[in-house]
């Protein structure tokens, strides 16, 4: 559930008006609710009541800062997979006791930082990370304590750029090696046991993956524990899908937390540890939205396109994984739907977000909105054809504040310069 929604037929975010904000932001332009985030946040915790997870959000879907402030608000920890995520966590004032660092090429540079702040666990993806984070956390005199990703070798389902729990993916360490890399890791100074990770893949729409793996590490840890490790947390990642609309999936909308967290009592609570879920998507995804104008209607040779001011730059997820986004009018005039093909101004055919998608009548100068839109939309956003970055502006009730602004092509100019040659 969101809270984008009609008042005297004009989109709202939560109740401020998108036509005003774009009049006064510009377009394009992204706009989250903040009601919306903090109600996943809710939905989330609650479906696990008493087991108390610790929720790190995993910052990579969507890291502004003034949305990992509100995930702290709300008592979020973060799961971060770079230095400078780590710092935007720092910086946001989520608790270093609750920061899960994640990724399968942390440098020695990052562990040093992470370890300098204190973090609550490494989720390590390989040996040889392994014994780079022994020798970096025995170099301060520190013990960095870790988890092992496991790598399940489950199929998630779902488009293949984003499952990450197949043998042949480059995740974590296979499930048939845990045993002696545990063992190797119990005789490895700087290091402490102190849990089991896995993260099968994004946008998974079934209960079926997560309980295959789930199943498989639940075994495990009690493997570990009778091997004489012990197993304080689990981590059981991200990857819960959340409902784009698409009209083909109208039957298999992903599961509700609600039924998830059924499945994860059944398995794990039996174990007794320390629960640990790197939620994404789900928190953010349907609480943003991308705003673009319409530059031109041009009439093709066999359809109708509606050239929009935003582009692959800004959202690239139907350009990198076909993905699926709702496109509403921001203003609807009503009118008997008609087929549009909806792209932007970059020289590449793949700067399309919609083909053959039915609005009512659509003129040139107005507003569309590509729905469920705040995750993995801003962060994945270049600067390619020289288009500047998009503003990200927050709304809370009938207020909104410009929580990203866009640079001036000045400021984009900047870092560049005229080639000052040196010798290396
Ligand atoms: C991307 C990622 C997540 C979040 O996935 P969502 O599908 O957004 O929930 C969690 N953990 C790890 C390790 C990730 O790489």
């Given at each position: 559930m969101h809270h984008f929604a009609r008042r005297d037929g004009v989109l709202h975010a939560e109740a401020v008006d998108l036509e005003r904000l774009a009049a006064l932001v510009g377009t394009p332009f992204y706009c989250y609710s903040a009601a919306t985030l903090r109600r996943h946040v809710g939905v989330f915790r609650a479906a696990f009541g008493d087991l108390d997870p610790l929720v790190a959000y995993s910052v990579k879907a969507n890291s502004n800062l003034a949305v990992l402030s509100l995930m702290r608000e709300e008592g979020a920890g973060a799961d971060v997979v770079s230095g400078g995520e780590l710092r935007r966590a720092l910086e946001a004032g989520v608790p270093a006791g609750k920061i899960v660092f994640s990724g399968v090429g942390k440098t020695r540079e990052e562990m040093a930082a992470a370890l300098d702040a204190g973090i609550f666990q490494f989720n390590v993806e390989s040996e040889n990370e392994l014994s780079a984070l022994g020798e970096v956390a025995r170099a301060k005199g520190a013990i960095a304590p870790?988890?092992?990703?496991?790598?399940?070798?489950?199929?998630?389902?779902?488009?293949?750029?984003?499952?990450?729990?197949?043998?042949?993916?480059?995740?974590?360490?296979?499930?048939?090696?845990?045993?002696?890399?545990?063992?190797?890791?119990?005789?490895?100074?700087?290091?402490?046991?102190?849990?089991?990770?896995?993260?099968?893949?994004?946008?998974?729409?079934?209960?079926?993956?997560?309980?295959?793996?789930?199943?498989?590490?639940?075994?495990?840890?009690?493997?570990?524990?009778?091997?004489?490790?012990?197993?304080?947390?689990?981590?059981?990642?991200?990857?819960?899908?959340?409902?784009?609309?698409?009209?083909?999936?109208?039957?298999?909308?992903p599961p509700h937390p609600d039924d998830y967290a059924g499945l994860i009592r059944r398995i794990a609570a039996p174990l007794g540890v320390r629960l640990i879920f790197e939620p994404g998507r789900l928190i953010v995804g349907n609480a943003g939205v991308l705003v673009s104008r319409v530059l031109y209607v041009k009439e093709g040779e066999a359809k109708k396109f509606l050239i929009v001011d935003a582009a692959m730059n800004d959202l690239i997820r139907p350009a990198l994984y076909d993905a699926y986004h709702a496109v509403a009018p921001v203003r609807d005039c009503g009118g008997a739907p008609q087929p549009y093909d909806i792209v932007g101004p970059i020289c590449e055919t793949s700067d399309s977000f919609a083909r053959a998608r039915d609005l009512p009548p659509v003129n040139e100068g107005d507003l569309v909105a590509f729905m469920s839109a705040g995750a993995y939309g801003a962060v994945q956003a270049s600067q390619y054809n020289t288009r500047p970055l998009i503003p990200e502006v927050l709304a809370d009730k009938d207020r909104f504040a410009i929580i990203r602004r866009r640079p001036s092509i000045d400021e984009m100019l900047d870092c560049e310069r005229n080639p000052v040659w040196s010798k290396a």
């Open positions: 870790v988890a092992f990703r496991i790598n399940p070798d489950v199929s998630a389902g779902g488009h293949a750029k984003i499952s990450t729990g197949k043998a042949e993916d480059k995740f974590g360490v296979p499930w048939t090696r845990a045993r002696e890399i545990y063992a190797r890791a119990a005789e490895t100074d700087g290091v402490r046991i102190q849990g089991v990770d896995v993260h099968i893949g994004s946008q998974i729409a079934a209960l079926d993956p997560f309980e295959r793996a789930f199943n498989r590490v639940a075994e495990l840890v009690r493997t570990l524990r009778a091997d004489g490790h012990e197993i304080e947390t689990l981590d059981l990642g991200g990857g819960l899908g959340i409902p784009y609309g698409e009209p083909e999936n109208a039957a298999g909308d």
